[in-house]
């Protein structure tokens, strides 16, 4: 009995994890949402695919753990993990990132403008 007891606390803390890993990559989609500007199109393919890895990794993890077997305390744990993230550090981290973000590829378009504009003098000049 102890072992199997073992490999359910295993089991729900590494769908805990699983949890705050999916809160973290949907936070990184939301920073380069808030940095890049997406359309409606842009925005439900990275969500169609993010739903996507999300759902294999559930179907792999579950069929790992107990032969595919969904369990409800294991299906809380991923809530219990994303929330965990959310509330503690995503809500922190994605508005300092996504303002970084948005300087630098500021920064870099403006750079790129400049680069262009001087090779475009350059060229008249030669000719």
Request: proline share 2%; charged share 20%.
């Amino acid at each position: 009995m102890a072992p199997m007891v073992g490999q359910q606390i295993r089991d729900l803390l590494l769908f805990v994890l699983l949890g705050t890993v999916a809160g973290f990559l949907y936070d990184m989609l939301r920073i380069l949402r808030r940095a890049i500007n997406h359309n409606i199109v842009a925005v439900s393919v990275e969500d169609i695919l993010y739903m996507l890895v999300l759902a294999f990794s559930l179907c792999f993890f579950f069929e790992k753990s107990n032969e595919g077997a969904p369990r409800l305390y294991l299906l809380l744990a991923i809530i219990f993990g994303w929330l965990l993230w959310q509330r503690l550090i995503g809500r922190h981290i994605v508005p300092f990132f996504a303002k970084i973000l948005k300087k630098t590829t500021l920064l870099l378009t403006n750079l790129l403008k400049y680069i262009g504009k001087s090779v475009k003098i350059r060229k008249r000049f030669k000719t």
